[in-house]
T-cell receptor
């Protein structure tokens, strides 16, 4: 069964900590994405990557960075966590053709205290 | 601008009622793809349907049906004879030329027994 796996389901971190959210896919997809989900705002794109070592900013990249050293792994980094980054984070992957849509992970609910 | 609007924030129905979830989109592209995803309480987004901009045929899958109308830029989703298991957040989404998926804010559907 193909899947996208996010390493943590729930995380609690302190303000100012550096936080790593990991995402791994086993479908050999070229494209990977990070979204955050907040009530009333839907899913908003943070960063995406179309290839290894490649990254592009989405709609809300401020306060985040990403790393894609291997095709199957796409990491989201909060350099200095803040309370306004408390959210649900969803990782997704897709093949190059846009008509296939995305496969999503189960999400990581991050709380910054 | 590419945009997806789901005007209904929350809908509550009683089991066996029919319910329609509205989705209106904006795009300047002539080629695009529309999707519906279901997010149950577990958090993972589950793919329901994909439609490309050249295929305006409506689709029925069991109790689910979709009505795509380019003239009104709408892609509405109807659940017939709703069940408690249909309770979830439903997202409409749009992919356009660069394979970025844009989501609506989501509609939370509650089906009461």
């Amino acid at each position: 069964d193909v899947k996208v796996t996010q390493s943590s389901r729930y995380l609690v971190k302190r303000t100012g900590e550096k936080v790593f959210l990991e995402c791994v896919q086993d479908m050999d997809h070229e494209n990977m994405f990070w979204y955050r989900q907040d009530p009333g705002l839907g899913l908003r794109l943070i960063y995406f990557s179309y290839d290894v070592k490649m990254k592009e900013k989405g709609d809300i990249p401020e306060g985040y960075s990403v790393s894609r050293e291997k095709k199957e792994r796409f990491s989201l980094i909060l350099e200095s966590a803040s309370t306004n980054q408390t959210s649900m984070y969803l990782c997704a992957s897709s093949p190059p053709a846009p008509n296939y849509g995305y496969t999503f992970g189960s999400g990581t609910r991050l709380t910054v205290v | 601008a590419q945009k997806v609007t789901q005007a209904q924030t929350e809908i509550s129905v009683v089991e066996k009622e029919d319910v329609t979830l509205d989705c209106v989109y904006e795009t300047r592209d002539t080629t695009y793809y529309l999707f519906w995803y279901k997010q149950p309480p577990s958090g993972e987004l589950v793919f329901l349907i994909r439609r490309n901009s050249f295929d305006e045929q409506n689709e029925i899958s069991g109790r689910y049906s979709w009505n795509f109308q380019k003239s009104t830029s709408s892609f509405n989703f109807t659940i017939t004879a709703s069940q408690v298991v249909d309770s979830a957040v439903y997202f409409c989404a749009l992919i356009y030329n660069n394979n970025d998926m844009r989501f609506g804010a989501g509609t939370r559907l509650t089906v009461k027994p």
